[in-house]
């Protein structure tokens, strides 16, 4: 029961943000004749696709888990490697639409820079030490911090235009706040073993800390899917499109 909770909620995550993915693109080559969409939307699929790998690589690893020795350890990898990418995928989505108006040497900076990141803590997620429990809060700690790296753009969105309002219709502050709230609460009930540490073998089958961050992930892949679909038809509007980037100049 407890691996199936494990399995079957990013199971069911990774079909419906595949289906999704699908109807957005199906959806956005109908609307688009002339191609003009082609960066924001490869910035959303990006977002998208990123997260149903993560779920795949999730799904994998606690199916598997359980076949033996190797297989966990492998799957382990994969699982905290989703992890990284998601996170990649987040910052590049956002940093596409928060920097929409700077040239794109900035924006390549940034995606440069997001990716290096990425790259470095999954270096680090392959280390052999990296799977022992020993490391479980180091791991949380490095999460957090490439998690951090995602408001780089944020940051200069802000300085840029003086206002956090105008980040917010940039980038939809308040989906990419709530994506960081939702997930550093699911890390930190798995890195705190609560409710399970508080209630010895009450959750053992069902609703430990695994189980509430599995959710918690979830919830904060859809959260931050609405406001990033929400922005791209925000920036396809004339009078933002048009207007908003000599407003901020």
Do not use: K
């Amino acid at each position: 029961m407890r691996q199936a909770t494990n399995i079957w909620s990013h199971l069911l995550g990774a079909a419906l943000f595949l289906l999704g993915l699908v109807n957005f693109l199906h959806l956005r080559s109908l609307a688009s004749e002339d191609g003009s969409w082609a960066s924001d939307v490869a910035a959303v699929g990006v977002y998208y696709l990123c997260v149903v790998v993560c779920f795949v690589l999730s799904t994998a690893f606690h199916t598997f888990a359980d076949h033996s020795a190797a297989a966990h350890r492998f799957g382990n990898e994969l699982d905290h490697l989703g992890i990284v990418l998601v996170m990649w995928g987040t910052g590049v989505s956002g940093a596409h639409f928060t920097l929409y108006c700077e040239p794109p040497g900035i924006r390549a900076l940034y995606h440069a820079a997001l990716t290096s990141a990425a790259v470095g803590c999954g270096v680090f997620t392959l280390r052999p030490a990296f799977r022992h429990p020993t490391y479980r809060t180091m791991r949380f700690l490095m999460y957090c911090g490439l998690g951090a790296s995602l408001f780089a753009p944020a940051l200069h969105g802000w300085a840029r235009s003086g206002s956090l309002a105008a980040v917010g219709e940039m980038m939809g502050l308040g989906s990419f706040l709530g994506l960081a709230g939702i997930n550093f609460a699911g890390a930190a009930l798995y890195a705190a073993r609560v409710p399970e540490r508080w209630f010895p073998g009450t959750f053992d089958l069902l609703g430990q800390s695994h189980n509430l961050m599995h959710v918690l992930v979830f919830t904060g892949a859809l959260v931050r899917l609405n406001g990033l679909l929400a922005v791209m038809e925000q920036w396809r509007q004339d009078t933002l499109a048009n207007g908003f980037c000599q407003s901020v100049s």
